[in-house]
């Protein structure tokens, strides 16, 4: 027989005859009164103190707080899920958030805490072995306790029902783990490396994700754990790290806590040496911090990595290696579905739900942590060559196929180009030009990266078919960073390939970069090899491209009289050519020349004649931008204006961002006019239709 009292005490009668009582007990011949003290079951405070500098996680604590107001209150979930990439802070977090003193008003039977990590054999954690220690810590006594899971849960649920529990439960990796062990009163806290959906779904927990620091946070904790050392010269003396070395080495660490701390111990054990930022960074960097162990004893983070990588899906793991393997910075899932096949969207999934993955300001685009990158780049090393060369040949071919598509969306299918036309689209990456090109701009981190893999795979083709396509990309954004480097593989690439007409293009795209730099001499150099080149092999349109190149320099550095004739070959090599596009183009050059000159009638002549050519295609935006100019130098005002702001309204539908600054600085400029000739009504108008485009196309990015 079992009884148990309103204040929690338990009496077992056993078979033998002998009492087991939790409780007070008193025995005698006779009582005549009796005057039990009141047992206090004891409280137990179990959560881990803190033991590190802890900064931040205001967000955090305060949806700790709000969620265990509403569960003590009855209102919200009794369950909250805390979930974060190992060595995030989860604990770190916990045990700061408990150390305050409501705790006490909101959990008085106490918190109980446990790490299923420690309890896990092959995969599984023992929940009977919780439940069991659970008791125990709440004052049950030993011999009370049974062994059963279904009459360890029932116990548990009448002890845990007398006031507030808080059970904090560590590293679950399962929602069947934890179910059992949610108090009748009060709030079960787990954390995971994953977010685990039925918990969430089926469970009414209540999500909380913790983050990397920000670089502020990450910055204050770096600066902290430096304060902390004692100086060369006073051992009472506390020395401060820089303000600039603090916050790279906070972002060198991406955020992670267990990273900074890594390397603020690193600091201390070295405290008596003067090092500089640089010798420090030399020290660390994202594979060193892979493997470095701190001095408490936990995991170093490729050791956690390791872990939560053993625990994906097979399709989670082919796109991890596809992540070290292309180097990719960030991804969108169209890429994902072109190697992953229709599991792609569950790998993204599983991936995202571990914490190797945040969201980024666009929809869709996926970017790994920068240690989660490292470790993947460390695994990809280990993959069989084969299969390396399988993923890299993949990247590529995705970039290369998506690029043209790019390309001809933004400029046309007119253009000369000497790849064949693309396969099919990948589905869900854009539909129209400009959507293309925000697109490339979400990928600028990844195609440097892609391209060298495939270089060292040796995918020339694709490599300087990728690098052919991006010209629409630069033409429209300017993304220098970028753009020399890519580039020059795109040189090699077609130098290894023995395709001397791609050699000729990427040496001339090259050159363009110089040009738009202002770097002329760096600029003739590529074209001095490409002109050679082109005599080689005879090819007029390719000749058209050098001297086109050539025109735009000279009228670059003002040299009008060697600027008209180089585009006037140009033209001449396009209509050998039958290029109906390149005559264009070559016109519109024309025209320039002829704008810069102060030819303004004749530069008006060529362009009504380009734009006959080219109706129906994106170069009437071009031409109407250099028609406005040149109404300008013939001193019709109002005509300009309307040929600007169309050419604006224009660029801006396109996406052509760096066409739109030219067209919004025409304006300007022509405002600018306007007030020195004492027109009012035309400034009005210019001012007007400045204000009205700026607030249509909002801010636009520079090229960097």
């Not at 009141?38 to 803190?50: F, N």
């Not at 548990?156 to 009163?185: I, K, M, W």
């Not at 990588?309 to 082919?318: D, T």
């Not at 004492?678 to 400045?690: G, V, W």
Request: net charge negative.
């Amino acid at each position: 027989m079992n009884e148990q009292g309103a204040s929690g005490d338990v009496t077992r009668n056993l078979v033998t005859g002998r009492a087991v009582i939790h409780g007070s007990v008193i025995q005698a011949n006779r009582i005549e009164a009796l005057n039990l003290p009141a047992y206090e079951p004891p409280r137990p405070r179990q959560v881990p103190p803190l033991t590190r500098d802890f900064v931040n996680r205001d967000r955090e604590l305060a949806e700790l707080d709000a969620a265990a107001a509403a569960a003590v209150s009855g209102q919200g979930p009794r369950i909250v899920l805390l979930s974060g990439l190992g060595g995030i802070g989860k604990t770190e977090l916990l045990s700061r958030w408990t150390g305050s003193d409501h705790h006490l008003r909101w959990f008085p039977q106490g918190q109980l805490y446990v790490d299923l990590e420690e309890l896990r054999q092959d995969g599984a954690a023992d929940v009977c072995a919780v439940l069991r220690d659970f008791l125990l810590d709440l004052g049950v006594h030993p011999d009370v306790v049974p062994h059963e899971r279904r009459r360890l849960s029932s116990l548990y649920r009448s002890v845990s029902a007398n006031g507030g529990l808080l059970v904090v439960v560590d590293n679950a990796q399962h929602a069947a783990e934890v179910r059992g062990l949610v108090p009748s009163t009060g709030l079960l806290v787990v954390t995971s490396r994953r977010l685990l959906p039925a918990l969430v779904a089926r469970d009414g927990a209540h999500p909380i994700s913790v983050d990397p620091l920000d670089e502020r946070a990450a910055s204050r904790l770096m600066a902290g754990l430096r304060r902390a050392q004692p100086s060369r010269e006073d051992a009472t003396a506390r020395e401060a790290l820089p303000e600039g070395a603090s916050v790279v080495l906070a972002r060198l660490c991406d955020g992670m806590p267990l990273a900074l701390l890594t390397v603020g111990e690193w600091l201390a054990a070295r405290s008596h040496l003067d090092l500089d930022l640089d010798e420090t960074l030399r020290s660390f960097g994202p594979e060193r911090m892979l493997t470095a162990v701190s001095g408490d004893g936990s995991p170093s983070m490729s050791a956690i990595l390791d872990m939560v990588h053993a625990q994906l899906p097979a399709s989670a793991q082919r796109l991890y290696a596809l992540l070290g393997a292309a180097e990719l910075v960030s991804f969108t899932t169209p890429l994902v579905r072109s190697v992953v096949g229709d599991q792609a969207d569950d790998a993204v999934g599983a991936l995202y739900r571990s914490h190797l993955l945040t969201g980024t300001a666009n929809p869709g685009r996926f970017r790994p942590h920068d240690l989660v990158r490292a470790h993947a780049r460390a695994l990809a090393v280990r993959l069989p060559e084969e299969e390396r060369r399988s993923l890299a040949f993949a990247a590529a071919a995705f970039y290369a196929t998506a690029a043209a598509h790019a390309d001809r969306l933004t400029l046309g299918e007119a253009r000369f180009r000497l790849q064949e036309p693309p396969g099919p689209l990948p589905p869900g990456l854009f539909e129209t030009g400009a959507e293309a090109l925000d697109w490339l701009d979400g990928e600028r981190g990844n195609l440097l990266p892609v391209v060298r893999a495939a270089m060292t795979h040796e995918r020339y083709d694709e490599v300087w078919r990728l690098c052919e396509s991006l010209w629409a990309w630069f033409h429209s954004r300017r993304p220098y960073a970028v753009w020399r480097p890519v580039q020059e593989c795109g040189v090699e690439a077609a130098q290894w390939a023995g395709r001397r007409d791609a050699e000729i293009r990427m040496r001339n795209q090259l050159a363009r970069h110089d040009y738009h730099k202002g770097l002329y001499d760096s600029a003739e150099q590529q074209l001095s090899v490409a002109g050679t080149l082109c005599e080689v092999i005879g090819r007029p349109v390719l000749s058209g491209m050098v001297h086109e190149t050539r025109g735009l320099i000279a009228l670059a550095q003002e040299r009008h009289a060697d600027a008209l004739p180089l585009f006037r070959q140009a033209l001449h090599a396009n209509e050998q050519a039958d290029d109906r596009h390149g005559v264009t183009v070559q016109t519109y050059n024309l025209a320039q020349a002829h704008v810069a000159a102060g030819d303004f009638a004749a530069a008006l002549t060529l362009l009504e004649e380009a734009a006959d050519r080219a109706a129906g295609s994106t170069m009437l935006t071009r031409l109407e931008l250099v028609r406005a100019r040149a109404l300008r130098g013939l001193g019709s005002m109002e005509a300009a204006l309307e040929a600007a702001v169309t050419g604006a309204e224009q660029s801006a539908a396109l996406g052509w961002h760096t066409k739109l600054d030219e067209a919004l600085a025409f304006l300007t400029g022509l405002a600018g006019d306007a007030d020195t000739a004492e027109d009012s009504r035309l400034r009005r108008a210019c001012d007007a239709k400045l204000r009205e485009l700026r607030q249509i196309v909002g801010a636009v990015p520079d090229g960097d």
